[in-house]
């Protein structure tokens, strides 16, 4: 770099470890009292310019999460040679790292690190060691007996209310989804509770679905923790396959844990099927109609309080059944997509009645 700020800081790498030197001389600019330059660094540093000990340790790629009271960031690095300067806010700072050793994005074995450290303005060093079983830190895994896992997309029209892992959309309610590529988000200082802009990001290799209707990603993803994550996701779902055709994008600002900015997704941890990957279902698609074909008991009188069980094809959660002109009730458990049962409400009903929707 050929420019000089009144506020230099540098960081260095060595082997599998990150350093960060925040030195702080002055005011940059127009900050505020509490608002220093940082430069972030892959490399070794000799006289202030980055010198690497280590060239394609992370050709993969390397996110760097900054959380603190005041501002989260995501600094993007395509690779350990880069350097990137933000401004951030003095405090207490939390810095998670993950580096990716593979020779396209995201690809490869993950090293991941995490450090606490004081900026007050002063020169300051912070290391942070990435090595695989750093990968574990609940930031990343959204729990304390979780790994990095690899992703598996199912798209569908419906669900049920509770998804299992293993199931693909019970195979009648599949989507029109047919390949996906996902992209971890990079993005500027923000205050915690803000949605972020999106800056630059990393791009997993496109997948697209197979005969089985789902796509299997070959990248280890950090999925975030339930509530205020600052891992950022985005995934892409493409109506051919290939990642062409029209695209839908399903946004995560807070990691797969928590709900899509847009889009409907449900996220499913690995299950004894998948137990080295973790189900993410996609909702797109036109909604089949539901019909029916056979009616128990089919003769006779339903009272009130009657349970009828209900055969036919494509229910999910959101099937509604009319019978006799008042609701009837869906039972637990929830129904599959070919039978349902629900509550006759209206007595001295002479079947058969109806399922109106």
């Known amino acids: ?66 959380v603190s009271e005041k501002q989260k960031v995501a600094i993007v690095l395509s690779n350990e040679t880069e350097v990137s300067e933000k401004v951030l806010k003095n405090g207490d700072w939390v810095f ?64 049920l209310a509770a998804p299992d892992a293993n199931s693909d959309c019970d195979g009648l309610l599949r989507g029109d989804l047919n390949s996906f590529r996902l992209k971890v988000e990079g993005y500027e200082p923000t205050a915690p509770g803000e949605i972020p802009v999106l800056g630059q990001s990393l791009s997993s290799a496109c997948v697209s679905t197979s005969a089985s209707s789902y796509a299997l990603s070959q990248e280890f993803i950090p999925v975030g923790l339930v509530g205020n994550s600052a ?20 946004r995560f600002p807070q990691g797969l844990r928590n709900p899509a900015l847009t889009g409907g997704a449900i996220f499913k941890p690995d299950s004894s099927s998948y137990s080295n990957r973790h189900s993410l279902y996609l909702v797109h698609g036109p909604v089949p109609a539901p019909t029916v074909s ?6 006779g009188s339903w009272g009130g309080g009657t349970l009828l069980k209900i055969y036919g094809t494509n229910f999910d959660a959101n099937t509604t059944v009319t019978v006799g002109g008042m609701n009837c009730p869906v039972q637990v458990p929830i129904p599959t997509p070919t039978m349902l049962t629900c509550a006759v409400q209206r007595p001295a009903l002479s079947a058969p009645g109806i399922p109106a929707t």
């Not at 000089?4 to 009292?33: D, I, K």
């Not at 340790?57 to 390397?62: N, R």
């Not at 020169?123 to 990343?140: H, K, M, Q, S």
């Not at 891992?231 to 399903?250: D, K, R, V």
């Open 96 to 159: 998670h790292a993950i580096g990716w050793s593979g020779t396209s994005q995201l690809g490869g074995s993950p090293s991941c690190g995490t450090t606490v450290k004081k900026l007050a303005g002063a020169d300051t060093t912070v290391e942070i060691n990435l090595t695989a079983t750093g990968c574990a830190d609940p930031f990343f895994t959204g729990s304390s007996s979780a790994a990095l896992k690899k992703l598996r997309f199912t798209s569908c029209t419906g669900l």
């Open 231 to 250: 891992i950022g996701l985005t995934i892409e779902g493409f109506s051919g396959p290939g990642c062409g055709g029209a695209l839908t994008t399903f």
């Open 1 to 66: 770099m050929n420019r000089t700020f009144p506020t230099a800081h540098f960081s260095r790498f060595s082997l599998c470890a990150l350093s960060f030197l925040l030195a702080s001389c002055g005011q940059y600019g127009r900050l505020s009292e509490d608002e220093k330059t940082t430069s972030v660094a892959l490399g070794s540093t000799a006289n202030g310019r980055p010198r690497f000990a280590a060239p394609g340790a992370f050709a993969g790629g390397v996110m760097i999460w900054g």
């Open 294 to 299: 056979t009616l128990v008991p089919s003769v």
